[in-house]
């Protein structure tokens, strides 16, 4: 199963009008946005402390609600760093409601990276500033041993100091 991994990193914008901020972004309330406020691109980049294993990215978009500055063409970049960032996919949309799902491959791996970057360079009705209600990173669930080395301890005293209380 995959699962939000955005906790788990640094979100910035290229730009926010005040009020919709990475707050609104990540707030889980699609009555809310960030809004950008400057010229294109318009980005959300999400760097992680560590080498993540990344699935998707998803973002709320309404068109019905947001018209012109709901985003038409997005790319996503992948990398190690700033200086390093490299366009792994592109996606055109027509009037999205909802959740869109932009995976960072075709085939529907995965792929392990410290930053990913959303880049808007186009929205709908030729708009400037984009909207974006919600976002979120996703990845798989991480994995758990299915070989205990401890399991093996037979003694009382062993079991006893195989576990941290």
């Not at 959300?44 to 018209?67: A, C, G, P, V, W």
């Not at 960072?104 to 392990?112: A, K, P, T």
Request: net charge negative.
């Amino acid at each position: 199963g995959l699962w939000d991994i955005g906790c788990r990193a640094v979100w910035t914008l290229s730009s926010a009008k005040p009020g919709n901020e990475v707050t609104q972004l990540r707030d889980g309330d699609t009555s809310t946005y960030w809004q950008s406020d400057g010229v294109q691109p318009h980005t959300i980049t999400i760097q992680f402390n560590k080498r993540m294993t990344i699935h998707s990215i998803l973002l709320y978009l309404d068109f019905d609600q947001d018209e012109s500055y709901t985003p038409q063409k997005l790319h996503l970049r992948a990398g190690s760093h700033w200086q390093d960032l490299q366009q792994i996919m592109s996606f055109e949309f027509l009037e999205p409601k909802g959740w869109v799902t932009l995976p960072v491959s075709e085939n529907g791996s995965c792929i392990r990276a410290h930053m990913i970057q959303v880049v808007s360079t186009q929205n709908h009705q030729s708009g400037r500033d984009v909207h974006v209600r919600q976002a979120r990173a996703l990845g798989p669930r991480e994995c758990t041993l299915s070989y205990d080395p401890l399991s093996n301890f037979t003694s009382d005293e062993f079991k006893a100091l195989s576990s941290i209380r």
